[in-house]
T-cell receptor
Framework: GDSVTQMEGPVTLSEEAFLTINCTYTATGYPSLFWYVQYPGEGLQLLLKATKADDKGSNKGFEATYRKETTSFHLEKGSVQVSDSAVYFCALTRGETSGSRLTFGEGTQLTVNP | GAVVSQHPSRVICKSGTSVKIECRSLDFQATTMFWYRQFPKQSLMLMATSNEGSKATYEQGVEKDKFLINHASLTLSTLTVTSAHPEDSSFYIC??????????????FGQGTRLTVV
C-alpha cells in the first residue's frame, strides 16, 4: 500500500539557518504530494503541494519539488524564523487534491531558537 | 474562509464511558469528512470517511461499533468513542472537503481533540 516516510525529529535550528526535512514515498502511479504544518494548539494547514513530477510547490519561503525518480518531496527553507516552529507532515493522495484521502508521514517537530 | 472547528480540544473521561467529538465546517458545506487518529510519535492514520446522509466507510482494522460516526448535515460530523478504554487515548482530528466553489477540491482540518481515558 501507499506509505510516506519522513526524517525523524525533533529538529532544532537557530534562526536564519537552512532547513531541510526529508520525505520519501511509496505509491503506484502518480500521487499528489503535500506538506502540512501544525502550529501548537491548531489544526493542520496546507503549506504547499505538487500534483505531478518536477512540479515545485512553494509558500511562505518553503519549497518542495516532486521528484519521481527518487520518490521524494523534501521540504526546504533558506532562512527559518522562530515563528516556523511547528510540526510538519508530508502526505500523499491518489487524487489531485487534499479532498481525497491522505496518507501521512510521521511528522517532524521543528524548533527554531532565536 | 474554509474554517473547520473541532470540539472539544481536550477531554478526559473514565474507562467505560462514551465521548462525543464534533467536527463543524463553519463557513462552508462539506459533503465529505475524514476522521484521523494519531498515536504519539506516529503518523496520522485515516479511521473513516463519512459522506453526508450515508453510512461512514471505515478503514480496515477500525471497529465501527466502537467508533460511531454520524454525518447528519453538510456542516456537522460527530465521532463517538463508545465504552472508552485507556488504549483509545489518542489525538483525533477531522477534515472536511468543501462541497462547491473555488475551494471545492481541498479539505480543511480541525484543530484536533486530545482524548485521555483514565
Amino acid at each position: 500500500g501507499d506509505s510516506v516516510t519522513q526524517m525523524e525529529g525533533p529538529v532544532t535550528l537557530s534562526e536564519e539557518a537552512f532547513l531541510t526535512i526529508n520525505c520519501t514515498y511509496t505509491a503506484t502511479g502518480y500521487p499528489s504530494l503535500f506538506w502540512y504544518v501544525q502550529y501548537p494548539g491548531e489544526g493542520l494547514q496546507l503549506l504547499l503541494k505538487a500534483t505531478k513530477a518536477d512540479d515545485k510547490g512553494s509558500n511562505k519561503g518553503f519549497e518542495a519539488t516532486y521528484r519521481k525518480e527518487t520518490t521524494s518531496f523534501h521540504l526546504e527553507k533558506g532562512s527559518v524564523q522562530v515563528s516556523d516552529s511547528a510540526v510538519y507532515f508530508c502526505a500523499l493522495t491518489r487524487g489531485e487534491t487534499s479532498g481525497s484521502r491522505l496518507t501521512f508521514g510521521e511528522g517532524t517537530q521543528l524548533t527554531v531558537n532565536p | 474562509g474554509a474554517v473547520v472547528s473541532q470540539h472539544p480540544s481536550r477531554v478526559i473521561c473514565k474507562s467505560g464511558t462514551s465521548v462525543k467529538i464534533e467536527c463543524r465546517s463553519l463557513d462552508f458545506q462539506a459533503t465529505t469528512m475524514f476522521w484521523y487518529r494519531q498515536f504519539p510519535k506516529q503518523s496520522l492514520m485515516l479511521m473513516a470517511t463519512s459522506n453526508e446522509g450515508s453510512k461512514a466507510t471505515y478503514e480496515q482494522g477500525v471497529e465501527k461499533d466502537k467508533f460511531l460516526i454520524n454525518h447528519a448535515s453538510l456542516t456537522l460530523s460527530t465521532l463517538t468513542v463508545t465504552s472508552a478504554h485507556p488504549e483509545d487515548s489518542s489525538f483525533y482530528i477531522c477534515s472536511a472537503r468543501v462541497a462547491s466553489g473555488p475551494l471545492n477540491t481541498e479539505a480543511f482540518f480541525g484543530q484536533g481533540t486530545r482524548l485521555t481515558v483514565v
